[in-house]
């Protein structure tokens, strides 16, 4: 069984930062990890995945490309969400998930979630 507990959300100006962190309990280093995000009346998106193999193979929304980057360090079962040039857009709430699959680029292909972190970005 696997927990993810995500941390780092919280309400930030037009332009600013965040840095999103998933603590994962249980053997997750061959897992591939990610973010998704939710907002209200929207359906679960895609926005990040890193892969456990080599030095991480890292996917992005395109959304959010160039702005956000995904890392994660196996030694502490922790991924990570760097968020720059935040736009109120990007209001929502981020779940961390992870899946044994190489890829998990839809909500379906994950296997584990985290109980999600709010993220307000003010105009």
């Known amino acids: 069984q696997v927990q993810l507990l995500e941390s780092g959300g919280g309400l930030v100006q037009t332009g600013g930062s965040l840095r999103l962190s998933c603590v994962a309990s249980?053997?997750?280093?061959?897992?591939?990890m990610g973010w998704f995000r939710q907002a209200p009346g929207k359906e679960r998106e895609f926005v990040s995945t890193i892969t456990s193999w080599g030095i991480g193979f890292t996917q992005y929304a395109n959304s959010v490309k160039g702005r956000f980057t995904i890392s994660r360090d196996n030694a502490k079962n922790t991924v990570y969400l760097q968020m720059n040039s935040l736009k109120p857009e990007d209001t929502a709430i981020y779940y961390c998930?992870?899946?044994?699959?190489?890829?998990?680029?839809?909500?379906?292909?994950?296997?584990?979630w985290g109980q999600g972190t709010q993220v307000t970005v003010s105009s």
């Open positions: 249980g053997r997750v280093n061959s897992y591939t």
């Open positions: 998930a992870t899946s044994p699959r190489d890829s998990m680029s839809s909500a379906y292909d994950a296997e584990y």
